[in-house]
């Protein structure tokens, strides 16, 4: 058996990066790529230039992932698979950005010959043959990027695209915390290899119509709990069914209310059949984080989501009962 090697052994970042581009490179069979449910442009990103750099060593590559709406610009016909019932005979499984558990999706966790986990959040438990999970880092994408540079591939506009695309996302066009020096001159890197930066942030942003059309809606149902600490806002299957489908990835709806002036947390909670699905986000030393473990979720410190199974009001009390939970434990709410 393989013995898993983490975050905690005695092997560093750069060493784990070193041992896993090695055994990409010598793999003889199929390298399958996945990501978890409902990808956003670091899921995609990751994989998508991952898999690109991996087919210029031709080496056999299935990228399993349907890609939103707003992202389909990044791929090509015939780059990404539907997902699969079985893995190919003798395949090596990259999943990436997201733990090896029930989140990760597009092929079966348990029937690979190796498994090989690359992820940048703090609570994932680090299962796999080889994982490397590196906090620090603002974007899987970012340590993809690492990566590609040890395999020693050459960088081209179509592999920087849409790496530069999971760093763009997951700082928030780099406004968020996690930018840092470090995410400005792997950014840079990037752009000297192509990656056409004024064109690309301007088609993430494009929608659908219809899009626009919700927003108003959810921008109706905004409150302000707890003496403004918070803002919430909700999409329910009524005003769905009201516009219609937009195929939209309406998570950055929390994107929007995140900067109401005086806030620490942003919920955006959308009802589903028979649950709801909430983004947090948060500043000040709040962790979103903690508020989503609190309700079965997780994520990074300052954004993190949740799946609540139940009513929209009922998820609505504990969601409250959570984010009160934690502006008292930070010492913004109740006795001081």
């Known amino acids: 058996m393989t013995t898993t090697i983490n975050n905690q052994g005695e092997v560093n970042y750069d060493q784990k990066i070193k041992l896993i581009a090695d055994k990409l490179h010598d793999w003889q069979g199929p390298i399958v790529l996945i990501s978890h449910v409902d990808p956003d442009g670091d899921a995609l990103g990751s994989t998508l230039a991952l898999k690109r750099a991996l087919d210029t060593l031709d080496k056999e590559t299935v990228l399993a992932l349907e890609a939103p709406r707003y992202l389909k610009f990044?791929?090509?016909?015939?780059?990404?698979?539907?997902p699969l019932e079985s893995l190919?005979?003798?395949?090596?499984?990259?999943?990436?950005?997201?733990?090896?558990?029930?989140?990760?999706?597009?092929?079966?966790?348990?029937?690979?010959?190796?498994?090989?986990?690359?992820?940048?959040?703090?609570?994932?438990?680090?299962?796999g043959d080889l994982?490397?999970?590196q906090p620090s880092k603002a974007a899987t994408a970012q340590m993809v990027k690492d990566l590609i540079d040890v395999l020693g591939v050459d960088w081209t506009p179509d592999i920087a695209t849409p790496c530069l695309t999971g760093i763009i996302t997951?700082?928030?066009?780099?406004?968020?915390?996690?930018?840092?020096?470090?995410?400005?001159?792997?950014?840079?890197?990037?752009?000297a290899a192509g990656a056409d930066y004024a064109n690309l942030t301007d088609r993430l942003q494009w929608r659908h119509p219809k899009y626009f059309e919700m927003l108003g809606k959810v921008m109706n149902t905004v409150e302000f709990p707890y003496d403004g600490l918070a803002v919430m806002a909700y999409m329910t299957l009524?005003?769905?069914?009201?516009?219609?489908?937009?195929?939209?990835?309406s998570n950055d709806y929390v994107g929007l209310i995140r900067y109401a002036e005086g806030t620490k947390v942003a919920v955006f909670v959308k009802e589903r059949e028979g649950h709801v699905k909430l983004s947090v986000r948060t500043r000040d030393g709040v962790s979103a984080q903690s508020i989503c473990h609190e309700l079965g979720g997780g994520g990074h410190v300052n954004a993190a989501g949740a799946k609540i199974e139940g009513s929209l009001e009922d998820a609505r009390n504990k969601i409250l009962a959570a984010v009160e939970n934690e502006l008292e434990a930070k010492g913004f709410w109740g006795k001081k």
Do not use: W
């Open 238 to 249: 009524a005003m769905e069914a009201e516009v219609g489908e937009t195929d939209d990835d």
């Open 131 to 133: 994982s490397c999970v």
């Open 170 to 191: 997951d700082t928030g066009n780099f406004r968020y915390s996690n930018t840092d020096q470090s995410v400005l001159a792997t950014a840079g890197e990037l752009l």
């Open 74 to 82: 990044l791929t090509k016909d015939g780059e990404l698979s539907k």
């Open 88 to 127: 190919p005979t003798g395949s090596l499984l990259a999943v990436l950005d997201v733990e090896m558990g029930p989140r990760a999706t597009g092929a079966p966790l348990d029937s690979a010959d190796f498994t090989v986990n690359i992820d940048h959040h703090g609570s994932n438990p680090r299962l």
